[in-house]
């Protein structure tokens, strides 16, 4: 079974990476995301995925080690923000998963902006937070369970995304700079799947 998620060990990981890769991490994590916004759109009819997949798609173009100024990532910056939707206004039990997918795709734009690993760990985060919550209301489980933790990361949801995630933290380490035919084989992949349902 794949241990809990641990903010500190991915930074320690990460650390070792070159910046491209470290953002080539963060950018699979968002699109296996990217798919729980559309299904919050859907549900409630509210929302906007074209700037979440435009700012999406200027962090794998940055992998491939092209420039993007500052001033272009703060107005993308700006535009993702305003698609998060406010959870006091929607029901939907896709709300919080959709504001993970919005704050992880910005906190890839802050780490183009200011360098800090940790906003790649964040990415990572959010993806296993929103697995998190999913898995607590499907299942139904009981908040006040002492194995409510344990039951959790058994989950094959929970396991799976874990499993991905050190997944594509090897394969990372090992693209090259500018190899644009890995890039896209690591981001077609991950269009392919979704953190919040179990692969066949």
Not at 67 to 79: C, H, I, N, P
Not at 122 to 130: L, M, Y
Request: glycine share 4%; hydrophobic share 40%.
């Amino acid at each position: 079974m794949e241990a809990t998620f641990s903010d500190e060990r991915i930074l320690e990981m990460m650390s070792r990476m070159a910046p491209h890769q470290q953002l080539a991490f963060g950018a699979v994590c968002c699109e296996r995301m990217l798919p729980n916004y559309q299904t919050f759109m859907r549900e409630v009819g509210w929302g906007d995925v074209a700037p979440l997949r435009e700012a999406l798609g200027t962090v794998w173009v940055a992998c491939e080690s092209e420039r993007v100024t500052d001033a272009q990532l703060g107005e993308m910056l700006s535009k993702c923000e305003e698609c998060a939707p406010n959870s006091e206004n929607f029901t939907s039990l896709y709300t919080s998963s959709a504001q993970d997918a919005v704050f992880a795709i910005c906190s890839l734009l802050d780490f183009l902006l200011d360098g800090d690993v940790a906003r790649v760990v964040s990415a990572a985060r959010f993806s296993i937070d929103s697995v998190d919550l999913i898995v607590q209301e499907r299942e139904a489980m009981d908040p006040r369970d002492p194995l409510l933790e344990h039951k959790i990361l058994a989950h094959p949801l929970m396991q799976q995304e874990l499993l991905r995630q050190r997944r594509d933290l090897e394969e990372a380490s090992q693209v090259a700079p500018g190899d644009r035919t890995a890039l896209l084989a690591f981001r077609t992949r991950a269009q392919r799947e979704s953190n919040l349902a179990v692969s066949s």
